[in-house]
T-cell receptor, first 115, second 114 residues
């Protein structure tokens, strides 16, 4: 079946460090891919998305490229801030098998940025 | 901007009570979803609805029901609350217009069953 696997956390890093969160997927057909962010005590917010191979989603300094050959959608940011401390979720939607926009979520990766 | 509003941020109820969690979206979205989020288990889909009065079971529907009488409102019902339903509940909505439409989430309801 369809699934999303992302690296386990917590990931702890210093301010201005480079952040990478790995995400890989298994899916039938050509899924759309998403990264969501959840700040403490809040719901999930869409961070970025990509809908076809080689698309790059970007927002707030974060980027992720849809790599069909490696079935990956890794999230990167060049210089993190304390305010980036949150839980990050990778998700996929495969119209071939998932009805009505049902998403497959990864387990989430907690990121802690220290001053 | 899409606004998904959950009626309560925090709720405390007693075992055996019937509990209603309400969710309203303001973007005329066709699809709506209820999840619960627990430490170590991530997000799990309880129910979803693809149109008014239409619903589908998600991965963990036991002990829950839903109601969608109007397009903008999707209610989650705990028929007889139990302590293992203490959790964070998240509602989401989505336009059914194209395949790439994301889900938009509310701020969540943290429910405690005593």
């Amino acid at each position: 079946g369809n699934s999303v696997t992302q690296m386990e956390g917590p990931v702890t890093l210093s301010e201005e460090a480079f952040l990478t969160i790995n995400c890989t997927y298994t899916a039938t057909g050509y899924p759309s891919l998403f990264w969501y962010v959840q700040y403490p005590g809040e719901g999930l917010q869409l961070l970025l998305k990509a809908t076809k191979a080689d698309d790059k989603g970007s927002n707030k300094g974060f980027e992720a490229t849809y790599r069909k050959e490696t079935t990956s959608f890794h999230l990167e940011k060049g210089s993190v801030q304390v305010s980036d401390s949150a839980v990050y979720f990778c998700a996929s939607f495969s119209p071939a098998t998932d009805s009505w926009g049902k998403l497959q979520f990864g387990a989430g990766t907690q990121v802690v940025v220290t001053p | 901007d899409v606004k998904v509003t959950q009626s309560s941020r925090y709720l405390v109820k007693r075992t055996g009570e019937k509990v209603f969690l309400e969710c309203v979206q303001d973007m005329d979205h066709e699809n709506m979803f209820w999840y619960r989020q627990d430490p170590g288990l991530g997000l799990r889909l309880i129910y979803f609805s693809y149109d008014v009065k239409m619903k589908e079971k998600g991965d963990i529907p036991e002990g829950y029901s839903v109601s969608r009488e109007k397009k903008e409102r999707f209610s989650l019902i705990l028929e007889s609350a139990s302590t293992n339903q203490t959790s964070m509940y998240l509602c989401a909505s989505r336009s059914g217009e194209t395949r790439s439409q994301p889900q938009h989430f509310g701020d969540g309801t943290r429910l405690s069953i005593l």
